[in-house]
T-cell receptor, first 115, second 115 residues
Framework: ETGVTQTPRHLVMGMTNKKSLKCEQHLGHNAMYWYKQSAKKPLELMFVYNFKEQTENNSVPSRFSPECPNSSHLFLHLHTLQPEDSALYLC??????????????FGSGTQLSVL | AQKVTQAQTEISVVEKEDVTLDCVYETRDTTYYLFWYKQPPSGELVFLIRRNSFDEQNEISGRYSWNFQKSTSSFNFTITASQVVDSAVYFCALSENFGNEKLTFGTGTRLTIIP
């Protein structure tokens, strides 16, 4: 148990659907992340939030829309996705401190299939 | 640009054998951090180790050991007396001086321990 919970664990959606992925961390961290894990590819950083402010958008298509209402919750809103968006979406959190790269705590991910 | 290469896509060894997972990195920064994460079948990545570029001492933690060689830009990971519970995908990662926003992962090595 890493202290980062993601729901749902599995999601199947059509290309015209709208769905949301949820992430919650119980670690008191101030930074939260979305990563995409596709088969045979490195993990791709999508978004970073520090103290609820988005500090990184790694050229992610607008069909992915993040939301961070507070430091404990992070959402990824999905709409009009493409089949190539099928992947494992991982949420992570960390406690940033100056001069050091703190380790990330990951959730178990949402396995997304787009039909 | 940063890059992490894990040339071994999949490795299988018989239980109790030793196994080494290779990681080669590229960076132009003089200060950087290297990480190893383990991803068991449950999906969440679990932090194993963080090493900064100024600390080239090898580290041992139980059956795990890490060999950091700046001269060859490698940060290899060895599991001694492997166990079935070690079966997982292992990721090597690199980040710049500050912030996890620039964390670059390798493609991972899937390790299977055969009972």
């Amino acid at each position: 148990e890493t202290g980062v919970t993601q729901t749902p664990r599995h999601l199947v959606m059509g290309m015209t659907n709208k769905k949301s992925l949820k992430c919650e961390q119980h670690l008191g961290h101030n930074a939260m992340y979305w990563y995409k894990q596709s088969a045979k590819k490195p993990l791709e950083l999508m978004f970073v939030y520090n103290f609820k402010e988005q500090t990184e958008n790694n050229s992610v298509p607008s069909r992915f829309s993040p939301e961070c209402p507070n430091s404990s919750h992070l959402f990824l809103h999905l709409h009009t996705l493409q089949p190539e968006d099928s992947a494992l979406y991982l949420c992570a959190s960390s406690q940033p401190s100056s001069g050091a790269n703190e380790k990330l705590f990951f959730g178990s991910g949402t396995q997304l299939s787009v039909l | 640009a940063q890059k992490v290469t894990q040339a071994q896509t999949e490795i299988s060894v018989v239980e109790k054998e030793d196994v080494t997972l290779d990681c080669v990195y590229e960076t132009r920064d003089t200060t950087y951090y290297l990480f190893w994460y383990k991803q068991p079948p449950s999906g969440e990545l679990v932090f194993l180790i963080r090493r900064n570029s100024f600390d080239e001492q090898n580290e041992i933690s139980g059956r795990y050991s890490w060999n950091f060689q700046k001269s060859t830009s490698s940060f290899n990971f060895t599991i001694t007396a492997s166990q079935v519970v070690d079966s997982a995908v292992y990721f090597c990662a690199l980040s710049e001086n500050f912030g996890n926003e620039k964390l670059t992962f390798g493609t991972g090595t899937r390790l299977t321990i055969i009972p």
